[in-house]
């Protein structure tokens, strides 16, 4: 019933499409995987290995380019171009389209941008066929993504003190990112959209070199106060620097811990899941750990708020500087008309 698809990714990892990706002990036959990965085609290469996912059927949609290949022309972090790609591979796969497959999305990076605008966007009957949302890396706003990949890793740390940085760099990226929009659909505003009843896991390292923590911590934040009640956040703290593949970096116990809690939740959602990684917890004790990663949204909304004071200060003296300079000598010039 299934065919053996080879997509063979820019990195060198290669994908089965169509094919048990990972038949874990209590896959079940009607669950579908979609995985989509970042704008140039990277992550998800551990997640069958880490039980991320356990369907037995799962594919990987890419992204926007031809013969595996991505097109900046194009991708425009997650809006209309990547919406569009997705929707296509959807609307063409038989599996997707057939009406008793329950779907499992599972998004990196740029991918964690499109799902929620597509799903935002989709009718009722489309919705209610996906069964849980995984999010690894979140982009939550391409204007935070803009201004954080290059205050990390682009431009000297002084750049970003130029007066109202913040504002005008989403703006120059479109030199790179022509098709993106800065005013446009950012997936922190389809949050809001998402059926309040959809299970959500989200995973982001706080060092991340590409996507601040913050915007993972905001996504979360505002499905708990939009009413859903089955969001998770997974955070990694650790001292390494990285984007996706998140729990690869994390200290072993703490790996399988978190790896246990996601197969807790998988349970307690009717999903598929790996029984024998949760076999010897009792019931209180896996409710226990699915709680663990439900912080209290206060608590994480003081985290956003704290870090962003640090990391913006000088920023924020800087802009307001600048303003009121500008302020008078504007009030000078009208003065001596």
Same mark, same amino acid.
């Given at each position: ?148 990949? *290059?205050? !990390? #890793?682009?431009?000297? =740390? ?8 913040? @504002?005008?760099?989403?703006? %120059? ?75 690869? *970096?994390? !200290? #072993?116990?703490?790996? =399988? ?8 939740? @998988?349970?307690?959602?009717? %999903? ?66």
């Amino acid at each position: 019933m299934n065919k053996s698809v080879i997509l063979t990714l820019l990195t060198g990892m290669t994908f089965v499409i169509g094919l048990p990706l990972y038949g874990g002990p209590d896959s079940v036959d009607n669950f579908y995987s979609i995985l989509v990965p970042g704008q140039n085609g990277g992550g998800g290469w551990s997640f069958q290995a880490n039980n991320i996912i356990n369907t037995k059927q799962a594919s990987n949609y890419g992204t926007i380019g031809e013969n595996g290949g991505f097109d900046l022309l194009k991708i425009d972090l997650g809006q209309a171009n990547c919406i569009k790609h997705f929707d296509t591979k959807f609307k063409n796969d038989s599996l997707a389209q057939n009406p008793n497959t329950q779907l499992l999305l599972y998004g990196i990076s740029q991918g964690t941008s499109t799902l929620p605008n597509w799903i935002a966007s989709q009718p009722k009957h489309i919705q209610d066929k996906i069964k849980c949302l995984v999010l690894e890396a979140v982009l939550g706003n391409g204007n935070n993504a803009i201004r954080h990949t *290059t205050q !990390e #890793l682009i431009v000297p =740390k002084w750049v970003t003190y130029i007066p109202f940085y913040r @504002y005008w760099l989403p703006w %120059l990226a479109k030199f790179n990112f022509p098709t993106y929009n800065p005013l446009g659909n950012q997936a922190l505003d389809s949050a809001k959209k998402l059926p309040t009843n959809l299970p959500v896991i989200i995973m982001h390292h706080e060092n991340d070199f590409q996507l601040p923590v913050n915007d993972a911590r905001e996504f979360y934040c505002t499905l708990r106060e939009s009413g859903n009640d089955n969001a998770y956040l997974f955070e990694v703290n650790n001292k390494q620097r990285t984007h996706f593949e998140v729990l690869e *970096t994390e !200290e #072993l116990s703490l790996k =399988k811990k978190k790896i246990a809690a996601m197969q807790a939740i @998988y349970k307690k959602h009717n %999903l598929p899941h790996n029984e024998e990684l949760i076999k010897h917890n009792s019931a209180a004790e896996n409710v226990g750990l699915i709680k663990e990663f439900q912080p209290n949204v206060q608590d994480i909304r003081k985290k956003i708020t704290d870090s962003s004071k640090a990391e913006n200060k000088g920023r924020n003296i800087i802009d307001c500087t600048t303003t009121g300079a500008l302020l008078g000598l504007v009030i000078g010039y009208l003065a001596n008309r």
